[in-house]
């Protein structure tokens, strides 16, 4: 207990010389490990859990229960999960079946897994990992630190940060949907920009990153993707901003840093967000929205406004049944 004091910075209460081999969850115990418990809602498993230890932020909650007293008890548990956590072990150098262009610049320590191909005049950062049938194309520049897994397909010219991980299914750098009609016929804009990413920012699987038409198409530092989201041409994403699953971001948007869009959140072409915006499940942005504020609903609006109309329809269709009930009196009379 004593370490993982250390480790994330807590006090121990109770016996400090408690031995902690792994960890599980609150509601499903288990002896020996450590849990934690940060929403409400889980404080009814506190009292019977059967881990060993809870990391909390609330003394009272333990009951002279053995635990870890934090301020942050969710980031406490993630620092605990990485310390008894041993993932995979990869091996460094490039597999015998890939493909490696004789002009891609490839540090020493770099690990490149099975049939991968590199293009021509592509660069791989120190300490990188490439996951097997992944494509890094021509020029493409994928910095340090990075974890790219399996098929994973970067396209020409776009630049990865360092510290990336990128899952498996993504595609970076594909072209943006531009079309301009003429005579019935829609003729192919040519998508001549690139992506880049900043440092630390992880994508999911089976995202869609469009590179720009003309410029490029922007992940700010620090930002994280779900599974399933989808970047048009030339959106620009500020910092450290949260984009859950089946978020759909169209061209020419700009979004402010700190943002958060909950599940199937969509936004409109050529509208700016600013910093800190939050948005509900499946808000549906359509024009351009001031920073630190909570949307929801769709149009989206400031979420006070949209309880309001909510509140507003369901009295109509209180209202509608009184009046069918008045009706039917009538008609019976």
Known sequence: MQE?????????????????????????????????????????????????????ADEEVLSGFNGLLVNNPQLAFAKVIKYF???????????????VSETANIAADVSIGPYSIIEADASIGSHTIIGANAIIGYGAKIG????????????????IGDNNTI?????????????????????????????????????????????GTIGDTVIGAGS????????????RIGHGCL???????????EIGDFCIFAGQS??????????KAIFAVRSGI?????????????????????????????EIVSIKKRLQKLENVDNTS
Do not use: W
Not at 168 to 188: A, L, M, R
Not at 224 to 235: F, Q, S, W
Not at 266 to 275: E, L, T
């Open 4 to 56: 993982l004091a250390k480790l994330t910075g807590g006090q121990v209460i109770g016996n400090s010389e408690l031995e902690i081999s792994g960890v599980s969850e609150i509601q499903n115990g288990v002896a020996g490990t450590i849990t934690f418990l940060s929403n409400p809602k889980y404080k009814k498993y506190a009292a019977d859990t059967g881990a060993s230890a809870i990391i909390v």
């Open 85 to 99: 956590y041993n993932p995979p072990e990869i091996e460094e150098g490039i597999h015998k079946t890939a493909i």
């Open 144 to 159: 340090e630190d990075c974890n790219l897994h399996n098929n994973v397909h970067i396209y020409h010219n776009c630049t």
């Open 167 to 211: 899952f498996s299914g993504s595609i970076i750098g594909s072209d943006g949907f531009g079309y301009v009609e003429e005579g019935g016929i829609h003729n192919k804009i040519p998508q001549t920009g690139t992506v880049i990413t900043g440092s630390n920012v992880d994508i999911g699987a089976n995202c869609a990153i469009d590179r």
């Open 224 to 235: 994280k993707l779900d599974n399933l989201v989808h970047i048009a041409h030339n959106v």
């Open 243 to 253: 984009i859950a699953g089946q978020v759909g971001i169209a061209g020419s948007t």
């Open 266 to 275: 969509g936004v409109v072409s050529h509208v700016k967000i600013g910093n």
């Open 286 to 314: 359509t024009k351009s929205l001031p920073g630190d504020k909570i949307y929801a609903g769709m149009p989206a609006r400031e979420i006070k406004e949209q309880h309001k109309k909510e509140a507003v329809l369901t």
